[in-house]
């Protein structure tokens, strides 16, 4: 039994998590080279390797003659008759070739082949890995940090934060542990690469999802979320449970659930508001934490049509556009916001003043392009939360 073989490929199996069975091949494939590349040929060499013992064995198939002319590939009979005393002119018969023998390139490329090899199955394991990753969140230790580029170690490979990455204003320094949003693997320059990122929006849902018991249970969705980092997020939720409170459930008790989100995101305002399969009803609370007085929607352009009080107007935009910018990608909708008094100067009001109360209620119905007045008293379909 080789002893030392099998230990080292039960090191290898265990710490670089590559099957003996490939390993295996491989030193079949590296016996083959040799052999190629020490007799000139390889096309009548066997190898047999015994995977219980991890012995093995390579034989030259010759041709029994009576003038050897090819050492490679012809036998004599008296040397035939020592391996099968039946062997007669013409026969063939195998004779075991001792890899000892093997010179010194020989035996260099057969080691390249092997360790060729165990690289490309580490590659293609870690690949494996982070891709059955992508799209979760996972913690890594920052190794260093320069010019604004964060290499992060994740266990079984590093990773490079980019500055677009990175949330705006944090800093980070080398042994610090952070969480990390997967996107996936890349192509690079010497094979694959993990890519990671603290801004993607799926990173807000991740964590969501791991600290909510019920969005892990699929009692309650996030049916959208938008995303500036470091400054704000809208997401949309929905229960399928009416007895649950989707918003509750993501803010948890005295704000439990939702602080270690926020303290993750140095301090993010995170809005959550109600899900709608009503375009327009959706569009109103998207603008939250404005008030609105009237929405009309067209699903068919995706867009809405918003009007708001007079002092509320700025609130609804928001501070360089981007409550308003956030709540048209939370939606989907290209987002018209108008104050009371230039819907009144433009005639708007006049739209809205056709529907009935109950039109209102019903949200929106074919030919009133999703045109809705939205409740003057405060609801509880959104919230804002901020630390």
Not at 5 to 33: H, N, P, T
Not at 194 to 216: D, G
Not at 248 to 254: K, L, R
């Amino acid at each position: 039994m080789n002893k030392e073989l099998m230990e080292a490929l039960d090191l290898l199996e265990k710490e670089k998590g590559i099957s003996k069975d490939v390993l295996f091949d491989a030193i079949d494939a590296s016996l083959v080279k040799a052999c190629e590349n020490n007799f000139g040929s390889a096309e009548n060499i066997t190898v047999s390797i015994d995977r219980e013992t991890c012995d093995f064995t390579i034989l030259q198939e010759k041709t029994v003659v009576e003038t050897v002319e090819n050492p490679n590939t012809q036998i004599l009979p008296d040397k035939a008759k020592e391996i099968d005393p039946s062997a007669g002119i013409g026969d063939k018969v195998r004779v075991e070739v001792k890899s000892k023998e093997f010179g010194r390139i020989a035996a260099q490329n057969a080691k390249s082949i092997i360790l060729q090899k165990i690289r490309e199955e580490e590659r293609q394991t870690v690949s494996d890995y982070f891709n059955s990753r992508a799209h979760d969140i996972m913690t890594g230790v920052v190794q260093r940090v320069m010019n604004g580029i964060v290499s992060v170690n994740l266990g079984k490979a590093d990773a490079i934060l980019t500055k677009e990455d990175i949330i705006p204003g944090e800093t980070f320094h080398p042994t610090q542990h952070i969480k990390v949003y997967v996107v996936g693997m890349k192509d690079g320059g010497k094979g694959p690469r993990v890519q990671i990122s603290r801004t993607k929006a799926n990173m807000v849902r991740r964590l969501f999802e791991l600290e909510v018991a019920e969005i892990r249970e699929g009692i309650v969705e996030i049916k959208a979320i938008s995303r500036e980092a470091g400054s704000r997020t809208k997401m949309a939720v929905y229960s399928n449970d009416p007895s649950i409170d989707p918003i509750g459930a993501c803010i948890g008790v005295n704000g439990s659930r939702i602080t270690p989100i926020v303290d993750e995101l140095h301090g993010e305002k995170i809005d959550i508001v109600l899900w709608n399969e009503n375009p327009a009803l959706f569009v109103e609370k998207a603008l939250s934490p404005a008030k609105v007085v009237a929405v009309a929607a067209d699903e068919d352009e995706h867009s809405a049509l918003v009007v708001v009080p007079d002092n509320q107007l700025s609130l609804a935009i928001g501070m360089k556009g981007q409550n308003a910018r956030l709540a048209a990608k939370l939606t989907g909708f290209k987002i018209d916001i108008k104050s009371e008094t230039q819907a009144r100067d433009e005639g708007l009001f006049d739209e809205y003043e056709q529907y009935d109360e109950d039109s209102y209620e019903d949200g929106y119905e074919e030919g009133y392009d999703g045109a809705y007045e939205a409740e003057s008293e405060e609801t509880e379909d959104s919230t804002s939360y901020e630390e």
